[in-house]
């Protein structure tokens, strides 16, 4: 690695950190003051009006779960029905409707903040359903994840409550009070630096060769906006953030990258805040920062360090990456991407070596923690906390204790059933994929680019990725069949909505307890000795899990180059 490559890599790296550090704390104040505050605006009101929805009205974490289910049912309803009715609808470009199981596959993966496609955005979708359906997923998907993690955080701050909050009013002010107007300036940033925005349809031109092309339009900057805001990750353009309408520089890329990281980094401050202790806060930032640095680096390594003739020419491995951005510039992205729920790219990670493209699928089996996705990440840390202050209870002979609630045969049950819900999905899914006959002949003959242990990696993937609500995928797999359209569907909605239940009725039981007052005997939990000890869970829990799948696929793969 020459000079100029480390410098770049420095700079980034310190741009990125001195931007997150500059939004932490004012961004982290502002979204505890959204979910704690009295007043509702006068457009919330309105919407209250409308919906006939009492905002002084607390609910139960049975009547929270209905309304969450109910709000996303609808929902799938919605962009399902709209999808099939494309034909007929205005600026549809032409463009017939989707096939029911792929329009299934995509309301499911928009609802569950996966954002999973499964077709060609530019090819498949017009603009009425990208902005109308989409566009408006990706706005209230990821509103919904900041509504569950709040609550969560609520059961711990309350104090014999039979309540956690309205669910209605924590999804109006999450959209209307932070997602709406951040990327309504993130979309005006990412104009200026040439992401296009019109409904001009396609255009055609003359290649200098003399060629005929058709160039595609659409509302990009728009979409962007929220797509890497609320780490949803879907984009208009097949190659995602690779596309240059998408992402047209280095600096576009880094601030994309940004936007992925700002209010998930910004969220353990909201929880520092509502609970009444900012170094609460600092420790889950601390490991969330921790495994993030970790993983950019194993996997910039990976990339850097491609054996081949090739990459020692290039400097590294440049295959299914854009020398717009470089290596550093797509790892970092790749990492982003993968550690927080967006599924966005900029690089073909099926495209990367083996041990690279082992990474990104670590850091989604990690439970997407480090930051996560806006809400799912704080509350999946939060479990992460349950299960090691449990551990550590073990390990000091009480009862254990989490911001002075007590950790009971309840609590760690619900706990470890949300930890318990994605690898089941996972490995199922990639188990009956190859375990049916039927199945398997069709998947090894129809979707599998690449056979062998890189075709297992493949499936391996996409069910990691659907069932963690990522969306992200090895582009060596062609998912748009009857089995891969069902059966993921079916992993995104259980990989959402399962570990949901399990949040809420923590929160429930939280919120019914009084405070336990420390004692000498109280495992503190804002010290290096517990981030040391969460850390270790998350580690330890994935590789007890994930690791003989893994041997099976990308580890093969790559100890046999």
């Known amino acids: 690695m020459d000079s100029g490559t480390i410098w770049s890599i420095v700079l980034t790296s310190l741009t990125l950190l001195v931007a997150l550090g500059l939004a932490y704390r004012p961004l982290g104040d502002y979204i505890a003051r959204i979910y704690t505050g009295q007043r509702d605006l006068a457009v919330e009101r309105g919407t209250y009006r409308l919906i006939g929805v009492d905002p002084r009205s607390a609910q139960t974490w049975q009547a929270y779960l209905r309304s969450v289910l109910l709000f996303s049912f609808v929902g799938v309803v919605f962009v399902y029905a709209i999808m099939r009715l494309q034909a007929v609808l205005p ?42 359906a989409l566009t408006v997923q990706n706005f209230v998907s990821a509103a919904v994840g900041i509504a569950i993690a709040v609550a969560l955080v609520r ?3 309350y104090r014999r409550s039979g309540v956690i909050g309205n669910f209605w009013v924590d999804l109006v002010r999450g959209t209307y009070r932070l997602l709406l107007p951040f990327s309504i ?29 058709s160039i595609p339009g659409g509302p990009v900057a728009s979409q962007e906006a929220i797509k890497l805001l609320g780490t949803n990750g879907g984009g208009i353009f097949n190659t995602n953030s690779a596309h240059p309408f998408e992402n047209p520089t280095p600096w576009t890329n880094l601030f994309e990258i940004f936007l992925m990281l700002v209010i998930p980094f910004s969220l353990p401050r909201a929880f520092g805040r509502i609970v009444n202790d900012d170094r609460q806060g600092y420790t889950i930032l601390g ?21 081949g003739t090739a990459p020692m020419l290039a400097g590294g491995a440049m295959e299914g990456k ?8 797509s790892t970092l992205f790749g990492t982003t991407s993968t550690l927080t729920s967006t599924g966005a790219v900029n690089s073909m990670h099926d495209s990367y070596t083996a041990l690279g493209g082992m990474m990104p699928m670590i850091n989604m089996m990690l439970g997407e923690i480090a930051p996560g996705g806006v809400g799912s990440g704080l ?37 470890s059933l949300y930890i318990l819900v994605t690898p089941t999905l996972v490995l199922a899914g990639t188990a009956l994929s190859f375990g049916i006959p039927g199945i398997r002949d069709d998947v090894e003959t ?29 582009a060596g797999l062609t998912a748009n069949t009857p089995w891969f359209n069902t059966a993921l569907g079916v ?67 790559g100890l046999t180059r």
């Open 446 to 474: 129809t979707s599998i680019l690449n056979p062998g242990v890189h075709g297992l990696s493949e499936v391996l993937y996409a069910f990691t990725s659907a069932a963690n609500n990522n969306g992200s995928a090895f």
């Open 287 to 307: 490991v969330m920062g921790a495994i993030f640095v970790a993983s950019a680096a194993l996997l910039t390594w990976a990339e850097m360090a491609g054996n």
């Open 379 to 415: 509350y999946g840390m939060l479990i992460l906390a349950v299960i090691a202050v449990f551990v550590g209870g073990l390990l000091i002979g009480r009862t254990p204790e989490y911001l002075g609630k007590k950790i009971g045969p309840k609590e760690i049950k619900l706990a």
């Open 155 to 157: 059961g711990f701050a």
């Open 91 to 132: 600026l549809s470009l032409g463009f017939d409707a989707p096939g029911e199981a792929l329009s299934f596959n995509t309301a499911v993966s928009f609802v569950t903040n996966t954002n999973w496609q499964s077709y060609g955005g530019e090819t498949t979708l017009g603009y009425t359903v990208q902005f109308a």
């Open 491 to 557: 992993a995104m909605l259980l990989g959402r909505f399962l570990p949901i239940v399990f949040v809420l009725a923590l929160a429930g039981s939280l919120a019914a307890q009084d405070a336990v007052p420390s004692t000498a005997g109280t495992l503190p939990t804002h010290r290096p000795q517990f981030a040391g000890l969460l850390a270790g869970v998350v580690v330890i829990v994935t590789a007890l899990t994930y690791f003989p799948v893994l041997t099976l696929g990308p580890l093969a793969e």
């Open 322 to 329: 854009e020398v717009r951005f470089g290596i550093f510039g």
């Open 185 to 213: 300036v993130a979309a005006v940033v990412l104009l200026a630096g040439g992401v296009i925005q019109n409904l001009s349809g396609f255009t055609d031109a003359t290649t200098v060769a003399g060629a005929a092309q």
